[in-house]
């Protein structure tokens, strides 16, 4: 999209926008007070790695959306190729005996680019509906092999696997348990987040994966092998702070996995698609084969809302044996929608034609080369990056790792400061969390740094200003 600001922003109004936001619009993860007062940030337009407010102003968005816009805004042959398939087939019904020809397609590409046997496909609206049907698909295996008490999961502390009460069940990050919701506790267990900056002092990493694959196997042997069903994990643990485990962490829970009879469910949401450098990361980047694969998010390049839920043969061999008349009976509206498979087959066309994982195995290292070099800074405790999923931790003291007041909202003031420079950062907690589209240049990874640098040390001369902070 070419941005044409003098003709383009003056139609928007944003007194009236803002009013009508605050009135009727209820956010995901809506921060009731600090909406009523604030409003929101409104988007009118993006163009490749950047987007606009309806006032005009651009951001470079560090974001990449929401882990998504992995190709790039505002790309024309997206455009025709979805308003093509909406001339042609807006719509089928996605059960039982039908199908449409991109959703076919789809899956077949699907099967190709995932790894080992998985090549069945089941097509979901999102990651979060990917990982709920991930556990159904589990549950019906169990009980289809006749193992009908072997439901409980193993998951992990700070893990986010969606936002049905299913997955948030799952997951287990506390910022996102609020007390006024409910979940699910029988059946789901979490263990240790393989966070080594947070390990005990003076564990070596070698220590602390040993500690790990401990722990999860004494997990089995608690609940008891015959009960437990899954392990489900992302291979980098994305709104968790970008955790990247130990060397050799997901070859060695598989291990353990195999040893007594669980299905490892790779939940990559995030890392597939080109963020990690590879269409799916769990084997290409960390030498693993899941059972299952959930992705989304890049999947389309949040284009259009899609997931899927990619699994095994020998999964599919158990579920679909002849003559047991079963019935998966799961699905959504909106499951294997043609307009959303046509997006992702243009998107995964994109990515090959461009040669983007290559791209990104060359600015993602260039990128956490030039990260890093906010770890000397004020404040900054911890940088985690690989290759395009980054994560800035701040801290009050770096020798004992103590975390700032909460009340201070150190990563909003920081990222607060970066909107108002043109950088858009996410902000969680004490985290700056970054995912920029796959189509990054180098310079603007400079740029990213050169605004981070900067409001990083404004942050923290303020703080040490006002007595808040006393850090070197």
């Not at 805004?73 to 308003?83: K, N």
């Not at 092999?145 to 997955?167: P, Q």
């Not at 598989?254 to 490892?264: F, S, V």
Request: charged share 20%; hydrophobic share 40%.
């Amino acid at each position: 999209m070419a941005i044409q600001p003098d003709a383009f922003f003056q139609q928007f109004d944003d007194s009236k926008l803002v009013a009508a936001d605050k009135a009727h619009y209820m956010h995901g993860f809506h921060m009731f007070d600090e909406h009523r007062e604030q409003g929101s940030l409104n988007i009118a337009a993006g163009d490749g790695a950047y987007i606009y407010d309806t006032a005009g102003t651009r951001y470079l968005d560090a974001v990449g959306g929401m882990w998504c816009t992995n190709i790039g805004l505002g790309r024309e042959e997206m455009a025709e190729a979805i308003a093509d398939q909406v001339r042609q087939l807006a719509y089928s019904n996605p059960f039982c005996d039908m199908a449409n020809v991109s959703a076919i397609e789809l899956c077949q590409k699907l099967a190709s680019l995932a790894p080992g046997d998985l090549n069945h496909v089941f097509l979901t609206t999102g990651g979060s509906t990917a990982v709920d049907t991930a556990y159904r698909l589990v549950q019906f295996y169990q009980n289809s092999r006749g193992k009908h008490e072997k439901k409980h999961v193993i998951s992990r502390h700070n893990a986010y696997h969606g936002s049905t009460f299913l997955t948030m069940s799952i997951g287990n990050k506390a910022a996102d348990r609020a007390p006024e919701f409910d979940f699910m506790s029988d059946l789901f267990h979490h263990i240790s987040c393989p966070n080594y900056y947070r390990a005990p002092a003076g564990m070596s990493e070698a220590d602390f994966l040993e500690f790990l694959v401990a722990e999860f196997e004494d997990k089995i042997l608690t609940l008891g092998p015959d009960k437990v069903a899954a392990f489900f994990a992302e291979p980098i643990m994305g709104s968790g702070g970008v955790i990247i485990p130990p060397e050799g962490y997901h070859q060695r829970m598989w291990e353990i996995c195999q040893r007594y009879d669980l299905l490892y469910v790779a939940d990559e949401v995030v890392t597939s698609f080109g963020r990690l450098g590879a269409f799916f990361a769990s084997e290409e980047v960390f030498g693993m084969q899941p059972d299952i694969i959930t992705t989304a998010k890049g999947l389309t390049s949040g284009y259009l809302p899609l997931g899927a839920c990619i699994f095994s043969e020998r999964i599919w061999q158990v579920i679909g044996e002849p003559g047991k008349g079963r019935c998966f009976t799961h699905g959504f509206t909106y499951s294997g929608h043609p307009v959303s498979c046509v997006a992702a087959l243009k998107n995964i066309e994109i990515i090959e034609r461009e040669n983007l994982l290559a791209h990104v195995e060359e600015v993602g290292v260039y990128m956490e080369q030039r990260l890093q070099t906010l770890a000397e800074l004020p404040l900054v405790g911890s940088v985690r990056c690989k290759r395009l999923m980054a994560c800035v931790e701040f801290v009050a003291d770096k020798r004992t790792k103590a975390l700032l007041p909460d009340g201070l909202n150190i990563a909003e003031r920081i990222h607060l400061r970066a909107q108002a420079k043109g950088l858009l950062v996410r902000p969680i907690g004490h985290l700056n969390v970054m995912s920029p589209p796959l189509i990054i240049t180098r310079q603007q990874i400079d740029e990213i740094v050169a605004t981070l640098r900067d409001c990083i040390l404004e942050a923290a001369a303020e703080l040490r200003q006002n007595g808040q902070y006393l850090g070197q």
